[in-house]
């Protein structure tokens, strides 16, 4: 049992990695945070959940992004790992996309008096960058399912690259939807030093979750695919055996 120790310490080691740094930074963002508006003195717990609502969607977009390169890599270099890669980014940002719209709402909703017109509501079709984030996840899902339906690993790979590719700009799309269309989504001021989204603590604590979630990322993209490969090693074990029997 010992001697397993070190070997399952050094492959989660980018997990325990996260886990501190995550749980390190709640801690500084519990106790050192200064709440400027009232609204988020009453809410402090609503207000600890925007820095993780940004790094969601951080997440979500990178995952995105990351599959785009993964599926125009296998295009490119027919290496089945690339296909992996480009799959699994999209699971891990189909989470996050949806973690993202949860937080994002209740966040709002919570520190704004909520959605128009109506404050009990969690979701407004008029808002361009929440419905926008919408399409984006059901989207991807889409893919996920449509993915899963095709048996041929090679025919997979090939349409699921193209696809994952055609995709991708629903997600510039999700992130300019602030500023194409009407959006309840509060916009950061460049210009305005006094805005509190430049107070430099807050600032650096958001970086650090970005890090942390990164991190995170690369961390369940690597199990996923070297599942996917014990996966691919047992149906051929498996049909080894149905060809000797």
């Known amino acids: 049992m010992n001697k397993n120790i070190p070997k399952l310490l050094k492959s989660h080691k980018l997990l325990y990695i ?27 717990i609503v207000y600890i959940i925007f820095f993780y609502h940004v790094s969601g969607a951080w997440l979500a977009y990178f995952s995105f992004g990351v599959s ?3 599926h125009i890599l296998y295009l490119r270099k027919k290496t089945i790992i690339w296909s992996l890669i480009g799959k699994n980014s999209i699971i891990v940002g189909v989470f996050f996309t ?3 719209l949860i937080t994002g709402s209740l966040w709002y909703n919570a520190t704004s008096g909520g959605y128009r017109p109506n404050p009990e509501d969690f979701w407004q079709w008029g808002d361009g960058r929440q419905t926008m984030t919408l399409v984006l996840l059901i989207s991807y899902v889409a893919f996920l399912i449509f993915r899963s339906m095709i048996e041929d690993k090679e025919r997979k790979a090939k349409i699921s690259a193209a696809l994952g590719i055609v995709l991708f700009p629903t997600v510039p799309l999700s992130y300019f939807s602030a500023i194409i269309f009407e959006t309840l989504h509060p916009l950061i001021d460049p210009g305005d030093p006094t805005d509190f989204y430049w107070d430099p603590v807050k600032i650096l604590m958001l970086l650090f979750n970005l890090i942390a979630m990164t991190i995170f990322f690369i961390y369940v993209v690597n199990q996923l695919v070297e599942l996917d490969k014990r996966k691919a ?10 060809v000797e029997v």
């Open 18 to 44: 996260s886990l501190a740094i995550l749980i390190v930074n709640l801690s500084l963002i519990i106790g050192l945070t200064s709440f400027n508006l009232l609204v988020w003195e009453n809410n402090r």
């Open 68 to 70: 785009l390169i993964s």
């Open 233 to 242: 090693q047992l149906g051929a074990i498996i049909q080894k055996k149905l």
């Open 98 to 100: 949806a973690f993202a």
